[in-house]
């Protein structure tokens, strides 16, 4: 039977992990055996820039606090696992995806993001969306493309109208 002590730390550690949850936009479950402790800690320093934490808990107790979220985890929690919590959605998908390019021990398995359980193919969508500053340069660059034609057909009706065509 199991100490009081063991038991009120194991507590600790389920209300920890339902804390990460709560306070987390995006929750990413990567399977890194195999990976150095000098990849793992690149990793966490790539993440870390993101404002994302990567954790490492026992299985047993992810999904005690899984459960009682109502978060269907059980097909991926098998092997060493890793888990990132993060309040963006896209900056650590883009940074695990890109290290995970670079080490084979390191695969992503699942995710949990605004509220639904998503698969290997749909963290793989995220990560191809360009960057915040990405996505506001093609902005700019289409509406310039816009403002470039306005400027040019008011042009073409100044010299039209200075021509004494009406």
């Not at 990132?84 to 959605?89: G, K």
Request: hydrophobic residues 40%.
């Amino acid at each position: 039977m199991a100490s009081e002590k063991n038991l009120n730390a194991k507590k600790e550690v389920v209300n920890e992990i339902l804390d990460k949850l709560n306070n987390s936009s995006t929750f990413l479950l990567l399977e890194n055996q195999g990976l150095s402790v000098a990849n793992f800690t690149k990793l966490r320093d790539n993440l870390k820039a993101t404002g994302s934490n990567i954790k490492v808990y026992k299985n047993t107790l992810m999904d005690l606090a899984l459960k009682e979220k109502n978060i269907e985890l059980n097909d991926f929690m098998t092997g060493p696992n890793v888990y990132v919590f993060s309040n963006d959605i896209i900056e650590p998908i883009k940074a695990v995806s890109e290290f995970a390019k670079e080490n084979e021990n390191l695969k992503i398995k699942a995710g949990y993001i605004d509220g639904n359980v998503v698969g290997i193919d749909v963290i793989k969508e995220y990560a191809s969306i360009p960057s915040y500053e990405g996505l506001l340069t093609m902005f700019a660059g289409g509406l310039i493309e816009h403002v470039k034609n306005l400027s040019i057909a008011l042009n073409l009706y100044a010299e039209k109208l200075e021509g004494g065509e009406k």
